[in-house]
């Protein structure tokens, strides 16, 4: 895959530590079809070791989808409100605190934008992962080091 090249440390060997965050409510939508096996295996493409995968729900969410969740090894972070201000404070706390090497979040949300343009400032690697080719937001795309979408990534592995 073209990315994982892209994604290479200077050694030539896939990056260390990805750390990826899910908005929940943007990317679990009907209109994308998306599975939660699928946003786990981009994050794994990304090349390294994943060292976290968080997916964000609000109050709304579902027991069942919560357990389905954890069940593929997910970390469920449930708010009490909007989940943009907790996701993007997890970001960019996993950037200054160096937790990271590669900094993946799958969204349409550009309220992720000021927490991705701060990871590149600490000199990570970071992703933007659409949930669809109509689910891309070019805003996001653009303040992040690479891209990608799922239902084209889902292709690349068949």
């Given at each position: 895959?073209?990315?994982?090249?892209?994604?290479?440390?200077?050694?030539?060997?896939?990056?260390?530590?990805?750390?990826?965050?899910?908005?929940?409510?943007?990317?679990?939508?009907?209109?994308?079809?998306?599975?939660?096996?699928?946003?786990?295996?981009?994050?794994?493409?990304?090349?390294?070791?994943?060292?976290?995968?968080?997916?964000?729900?609000?109050?709304?969410?579902?027991?069942?989808?919560?357990?389905?969740?954890?069940?593929?090894?997910?970390?469920?972070?449930?708010?009490?409100?909007?989940?943009?201000?907790?996701?993007?404070?997890?970001?960019?706390?996993?950037?200054?605190?160096?937790?990271?090497?590669?900094?993946?979040?799958?969204?349409?949300?550009?309220?992720?934008?000021?927490?991705?343009?701060?990871?590149?400032?600490?000199?990570?690697?970071?992703?933007?992962?659409?949930?669809?080719?109509?689910?891309?937001?070019?805003?996001?795309?653009?303040?992040?080091?690479?891209?990608?979408?799922?239902?084209?990534?889902?292709?690349d592995d068949n």
């Amino acid at each position: 895959m073209d990315l994982l090249r892209r994604l290479v440390g200077p050694d030539g060997l896939p990056s260390g530590r990805v750390a990826l965050f899910v908005d929940g409510p943007n990317v679990l939508r009907d209109e994308f079809d998306v599975d939660l096996d699928d946003i786990r295996a981009a994050g794994r493409s990304l090349g390294g070791q994943l060292s976290a995968a968080r997916l964000y729900l609000d109050e709304h969410a579902t027991p069942g989808l919560i357990q389905a969740a954890e069940a593929r090894g997910f970390e469920v972070v449930v708010t009490s409100g909007d989940v943009d201000v907790k996701l993007a404070v997890d970001l960019t706390r996993y950037a200054v605190e160096d937790r990271a090497d590669v900094i993946a979040v799958a969204s349409r949300d550009t309220d992720f934008k000021p927490a991705l343009e701060t990871a590149n400032a600490y000199g990570l690697r970071t992703v933007a992962i659409a949930p669809g080719s109509y689910g891309r937001s070019d805003a996001l795309q653009n303040a992040a080091t690479h891209a990608m979408t799922l239902d084209e990534s889902a292709a690349d592995d068949n």
